[in-house]
């Protein structure tokens, strides 16, 4: 199979030296609060963990998540510099639990990228704050690190945020009756709110799994839930007749009018306040062409601002909320759009999201922007698996199999590579209409993320397929699947 042939771990680890003894151990028991957490996982999911087998601790210099493992009869001992590295030595040693008896020997593991995300749109479709657990879980499991929350989009904004009540409370459900249809879901009336003492527990929760969590507010385009309680974001006098991707029109905030900043300024303080990470994803995809030509006062903004067309709007719009991000100490993200227009747009401090392919995280990390890959070919798991009628998902940017979410680079160029701090997988809930819909469409193909996010040196597509097909998660079933 390869140079780890026999170890069931997925990602693979940097490096193994067996020494070709192998141990039967009912579990493992040691003291730290990584092991602890670890142990915690693994009652929740339903796997055996804690026994009497001995794990000890050291301190070593290494790098932030990494780890040496030393498995022998007489005990283990785990050696790391982090709560990350000591915590994903316990991964790896549930994972060989659930897979038979333990190889002994020395194994040593660094991650490729200190970003190692996954993404899930919630304002699409309200999932139960158990279904987000379980994906912090399923996620700790792979050693994925970073949880992009997005809770605001046109169909919904779910945060209950204290300054704007009134957007919450009148952008929650969708459907038959409501403000907003349901995109694709036959006009059921979904949705539901999360509070911030439910968003405090998540945040809680993904903490002990070594995962921060990142919100995303989304503007200036997919923000008809904001334009629709606010209806002073929008200019009056706009006879523009732009509409987005997804067939809603008014959906762009306009940055000519004050009231726009008064509501963007009061969600990104609260909001950025609330996540303790300190990167706010401000959106920043899928403008509609032609947005804001037809308003008079956007004009009139442009030519003071000597900005010649949408993109130098767009971009003039973000450097400004970015400013003011930055001013309440957050790193401010962005999708990879938000680079275009006069002097790069957003402003070098933002970090890119690539989605489109990865040719638009290459520019944008050439022109001095940290860059999260997350081509949507490769790693956006609401696309169908195969072109076969009956398999579920959406396929307007490809079919994405297990194989092609192994069949890509990263780092496709090497002078990049300082730039492109990570990769991140994605889940668009537009056909989403319960919760356990998504455990298929993301298993086994997290799998093939977490060997691009882990991994600098690929095993042979084939041999990864093998792994990962008879990978202990495969399938995924939480408990949350019965919602």
């Known amino acids: 199979m390869g140079p780890f042939d026999g170890l069931p771990l997925v990602p693979q680890p940097s490096s193994w030296k067996p020494d070709g003894q192998t141990l039967t151990v009912g579990g493992f028991t040691g003291e730290d609060p990584a092991l602890a957490a670890v142990a915690a996982l693994a009652a929740r999911q339903g796997l055996t963990f804690v026994g009497d087998h001995p794990v000890s601790f050291a301190d070593a210099d290494l790098p932030v998540d990494a780890y040496t493992l030393r498995i022998t009869p007489e005990g283990t001992t785990v050696q790391a510099s982090s709560y990350g590295g000591r915590f994903y030595a316990g991964v790896t040693l549930l994972t060989l639990l659930q897979h038979g008896p333990l190889p002994c020997g020395i194994l040593h593991d660094v991650p490729r990228f200190g970003w190692r995300g996954q993404h899930l749109d919630t304002a699409r479709h309200y999932y139960h704050p158990d279904t987000i657990c379980d994906l912090l879980d399923l996620m700790a499991l792979l050693k994925l690190n970073r949880f ?15 300054c704007l009540p009134e957007l919450w409370k009148k952008r929650v459900f969708c459907g038959e009756g409501q403000l907003l249809p349901a995109l694709f879901s036959e006009g059921l009336v979904t949705g539901g709110s999360y509070s911030k003492d439910t968003a405090r527990m998540i945040i ?65 303080t609260e909001v950025g306040a609330l996540f303790p990470f300190g990167h706010l994803h401000l959106g920043c995809d899928e403008l509609p062409e032609g947005t804001w030509m037809g308003s008079p006062m956007a004009r009139d903004l442009m030519a003071r601002e000597g900005l010649e067309n949408t993109h130098d709007l767009q971009g003039w719009t973000m450097e400004r909320i970015a400013a003011q991000v930055a001013q309440n100490g957050q790193r401010p993200c962005a999708w990879e759009e938000a680079a275009q227009g006069k002097n790069g747009g957003i402003g070098h401090r933002a970090i890119l999201f690539s989605w489109t392919g990865q040719g638009p995280g290459v520019a944008a990390a050439r022109a001095g922007y940290d860059v999260v890959m997350t081509p949507a070919q490769h790693t956006y798991f609401d696309m169908a698996h195969s072109d076969d009628p009956d398999d579920w998902g959406a396929s307007w940017a490809a079919f994405v199999s297990l194989t092609d979410t192994l069949a890509w680079n990263p780092v496709p160029n090497p002078d990049i590579a300082d730039r492109v701090i990570g990769v991140q997988g994605a889940f668009w809930s537009e056909f989403t209409t319960q919760d356990a819909q998504i455990w298929p469409m993301l298993m086994p193909r997290m799998l093939g993320l977490a060997v691009k996010a882990w991994q600098s040196d690929d095993l042979p597509p084939d041999d990864l397929i093998r792994l990962a097909r008879g990978h202990f998660l495969v399938p995924f079933t939480p408990a949350s699947a019965t919602r």
């Open 148 to 162: 992009h929350w997005h809770f605001a989009d046109d169909e919904a904004f779910r945060l209950e945020i204290d």
């Open 204 to 268: 809680a929760h993904a903490k002990a799994l070594n995962i921060e969590v990142m919100p995303e507010i989304e503007t200036p385009a997919h923000a008809i839930a904001i334009t629709h309680v606010f209806p002073n974001t929008r200019d009056p006098a706009d006879n523009g007749a732009e509409v987005s991707v997804q067939g809603y029109q008014g959906n762009v905030l306009n940055p000519a009018q004050p009231e726009t900043w008064e509501v963007i300024n009061a969600i990104a």
